[in-house]
């Protein structure tokens, strides 16, 4: 039987710390052609990743984490999804993820109308923060944050 004796090992990691570095049997995530299931004996894989939620499933435990946009790859039976920032559904505060959205909003309406090089940067960064903020929200409220 394919995979049998086999283990599938997961690590989603961020510029600051290692979110989960350990066995999986399944790894979900939203990549650039939709959302992927990964198992053990997965065929190789490299994509992106999308703000939205990464779940690994273990046995009985299901871990969920809100993610930002980054890398995906599956090689060899491990699962690696390098992003800026992760944060488990348990740990979410929508209360805070609103305001950074409002926030975020209130700094878009306040550029200049010019689309310079310095502007558009700017524009798009803080844009990326708002699909963050968003996500999180969705994640909290699909999976029980607070």
Known sequence: MAGEGRQLFCRLITPERVVYD????????????????VMVDHYPVI????????????????????TSDGFFKVADNLVQILVEEAV???EINVEEAEHR????????GQ???????????AREEISRRVRLGENLVRVARRYGGG
């Open 88 to 90: 488990p559904a348990s």
């Open 101 to 108: 959205i409002e926030q975020a909003e209130r700094e878009l």
């Open 22 to 37: 350990g066995e999986a049997d399944l790894v979900v995530a939203k990549i650039a052609d939709g959302e992927i299931g």
């Open 111 to 121: 550029l200049p109308e010019e689309e310079d090089e310095d502007s558009r940067r």
């Open 47 to 66: 994509s992106t990743v999308d703000f939205w939620d990464v779940r690994i499933t273990r046995g009985e435990e299901r871990r969920v984490y809100a």
